[in-house]
């Protein structure tokens, strides 16, 4: 079945993927009207688009300023690595992973282990994720957790160092790949949930020092 794509959803295409290149970034105020000139179409699709992005507490729409890419915070922090490993760990049991798949998240590792700054390791870390629950059927939740995704890397790279990256995520990623050759989803779904929970706390950490020398 041919899928329709309208305008709106093209646009928030358009605006997800500024926002994960790092084009635009965490306070940002969006302009209706340059972005419906950059892509060549009327502001109501531009403004559905940011509509729905509100949903997700991408962005913020703020009386007299209009719409605001969310600024960083500790609570929604603590809120979005909750919601994507309950997910993506409830997800990756569903999951059925043959040779081809095993070597999908191979290749993503490899690209992980390669890159060469902080951006790069942090788009590869998403990327293995996003692999990890590809062979999932849920595609509702899959569209849900690519939202969520979108603001977790905002938080990955603005408190995440390349060594924290490195501490956080090699070892677990090979334990993933390694209990999911051996057909074990639940370690595999376990390793993922620690891997989540190492990074909300070195986060978090970081946002509190920070504060600390705000105040």
């Avoid at 509100?54 to 703020?62: A, D, G, L």
């Avoid at 569903?94 to 998240?105: E, K, S």
């Avoid at 969520?148 to 890397?153: A, E, G, M, P, Q």
């Avoid at 620690?194 to 600390?212: C, G, Q």
Wanted: proline fraction near 2%; aromatic fraction near 6%.
């Amino acid at each position: 079945m041919i899928q329709k794509i309208t305008f709106r959803d093209q646009v928030k295409e358009e605006l997800l993927g500024a926002m994960f290149s790092g084009e635009i970034e965490p306070g940002a105020r969006i302009s209706l009207v340059d972005i419906a000139r950059k892509l060549d179409v009327s502001v109501t699709p531009v403004r559905e688009a940011l509509t729905q992005l509100t949903e997700t507490r991408i962005v913020n729409y703020i009386p007299n300023r209009g719409f605001v890419v969310s600024d960083l915070n500790e609570n929604e922090a603590l809120d979005l690595y909750e919601a994507i490993s309950l997910i993506e760990s409830a997800l990756l049991l569903t999951c059925q992973f043959d040779t081809q798949a095993i070597i999908g998240l191979e290749i993503s590792q490899k690209s992980f282990l390669n890159a060469k700054s902080k951006t790069e390791r942090v788009h590869s870390d998403m990327m293995f994720h996003k692999t990890l629950i590809g062979p999932a059927k849920n595609n509702l939740l899959k569209k849900i957790i690519e939202d969520v995704r979108i603001r977790v890397f905002f938080y990955e790279l603005e408190y995440m160092s390349l060594d924290d990256l490195k501490v956080n995520s090699d070892e677990s990623h090979d334990q993933i790949i390694s209990f999911l050759k051996e057909g074990n989803l639940t370690e595999a779904s376990a390793v993922l949930r620690l891997n989540w929970k190492l990074s909300i706390d070195r986060i978090t950490s970081k946002m509190r020092v920070e504060e600390k020398h705000i105040n």
